[in-house]
């Protein structure tokens, strides 16, 4: 069982910044990644960035330079600084992490429950 729980959401005006965290609980595998995804209204969602165990990193190109992502893997622990924000970064931000429990096992995905970012004036 994992569990992710995402904060740090809310209300910011353009140019602005958020941290966003996400913490998972349960049974954490050594090798794993996680990442950020976003769903604004009307959209599908998309990937923001990925953080592997080693701490290997892919951004989307419309957030590469403002958005940066890191982990605390002693703690369990995802971030996503989000700075220079712009009213099209508005979404859902959603924790995502795929791993497997043995080299026997398929590779599963698990998602948080979200955290809600709006960016206006």
């Known amino acids: 069982q994992v569990q992710l729980v995402e904060s740090g959401g809310g209300l910011v005006q353009p140019g602005g910044s958020l941290r966003l965290s996400c913490v998972a609980s349960?049974?954490?595998?050594?090798?794993?990644?996680m990442g950020w995804y976003r769903q604004a209204p009307g959209k599908e969602r998309e990937m923001v960035a990925t953080i592997t165990q080693g701490k290997s990193t892919t951004y989307a190109d419309s957030v590469k330079g403002r958005f940066t992502i890191s982990r605390d893997n002693a703690k369990n622990t995802m971030y996503l600084q989000l700075d220079m924000l712009k009213p099209e970064d508005t979404a859902v931000y959603y924790c995502?992490?795929?791993?497997?429990?043995?080299?026997?096992?398929?590779?599963?995905?698990?998602w948080g429950q979200g955290t809600r970012v709006t960016v206006s004036s």
């Open positions: 349960g049974t954490i595998s050594r090798v794993n990644v």
């Open positions: 995502h992490l795929n791993q497997r429990r043995t080299v026997l096992d398929k590779y599963k995905d698990y």
